[in-house]
């Protein structure tokens, strides 16, 4: 186990399994520099560079002749595709991660095939922040529950106050390190969904706007045939409620900052503000909790109130 762990830590893991899949590292462009490599030149003097002697005119150099330059901009690797099954499969499977896809195809699911299928669709999808592995074990494991966490939802008024209270906690504590990493974001905005699209159903089902289904996974037997109206319809509904959603999206993000900003007293034009946690946490929080919230409820709601079936 011991030399598991250690070969775990291995600094060429990740780029054997990138050989292995067919990614290579691209070779230097362009000649060298005075016939050294960059980095062997910024060895010799880290972080200074050399400056001639004052002459009286435009200000005086340092005494000691050096001075800070500035800071070397970050070097992008490029490489070399050569297995592109593995590279599409890959860039596939990135795209399901991403805020184009939970944004279109689950509300997609929920307001043209069937909202509890959808519903079921969000807990897994919530349970895969804890990899695939484990998601297959949590499914095996949870599935007799699922009937249960279904109607959990509309057993306690108070029950929206842990949605939104536990994975807030547990965004807001996400594990720091040491520079910048968007899976924090990811994962706030993954959690905020989730908590907003439960918070929906909770609403549908405590204010009684929804009927309950009668077997256990209604879409499989009422599966409508379809049709130029189906696909019509279908499409007319998807776009009204993007409409919606991205309007919703826009609003609190921006309200939300505003009010942060403030609080905080942070500059509106600074764009790295955003990446700090007492702003970046919640802010996507109340934003994708509030798109949650508007896929399930208003959205519906709003096709009731137009006459989309």
């Known amino acids: 186990m011991a030399e598991l ?15 292995r899949c067919g990614l290579f590292p691209a070779p230097d462009e362009g ?12 060895a010799r003097v880290p972080g200074v ?28 690797q490029k490489y070399v595709v050569k297995n592109y099954f593995y590279y599409y499969l890959f860039q596939f499977s990135a795209a399901l991660g991403q805020e184009v896809f939970y944004i279109t195809f689950l509300p997609f699911t929920h307001w043209n095939i069937d909202p509890y299928l959808s519903r079921r669709l969000i807990i897994i999808w919530v349970d895969v922040l804890g990899g695939v592995l484990i ?63 439960t918070i929906g159903f909770w609403i549908n089902h405590f204010f ?4 309950k289904p ?3 996974l209604p879409v499989i037997q009422n599966i409508p045939p379809l049709t130029t109206y189906m696909l019509v319809l279908g499409l007319t509904k998807f776009a009204v409620g993007i409409v919606l959603i991205l309007l919703v999206r826009q609003l ?3 309200l939300s900052l505003q009010v942060l900003y403030s609080w905080f007293k942070v500059v509106t034009r600074n764009k790295e503000a955003r990446r700090r946690l007492e702003i970046e946490v919640p802010y996507k929080f109340v934003t994708y909790t509030s798109v949650g919230i508007c896929a399930t409820t208003f959205v519906p709601m709003l096709h009731r109130f137009l006459g989309l079936p």
């Open 214 to 216: 009668a077997e256990s």
């Open 252 to 254: 609190v993000q921006n």
């Open 31 to 42: 000649p060298r520099e005075n016939g050294a490599d960059p980095t062997e030149r910024a």
């Open 208 to 211: 009684q706007l929804v009927s």
């Open 5 to 19: 762990l250690r070969s775990l830590q291995d600094s060429q893991l990740v780029a054997r399994f990138q050989r």
């Open 135 to 197: 998601t297959a074990l949590l499914i095996v494991l949870t599935y007799p529950a699922w009937t249960f966490i279904d109607c959990l939802d509309s057993a306690s008024p108070l029950f929206p106050v842990c949605v939104i209270v536990v994975p807030f906690f547990l965004c807001y504590n996400y594990p720091v390190s040491d520079y910048y990493s968007p899976t924090r974001a990811d994962t706030t905005t993954i959690l905020a969904a989730g908590a907003g699209v």
């Open 49 to 76: 560079e050399h400056l001639p002697a004052a002459n009286g005119k435009g200000g005086e150099a340092p005494a000691n002749g050096l001075r800070r330059a500035a800071a070397p901009e970050a070097y992008v």
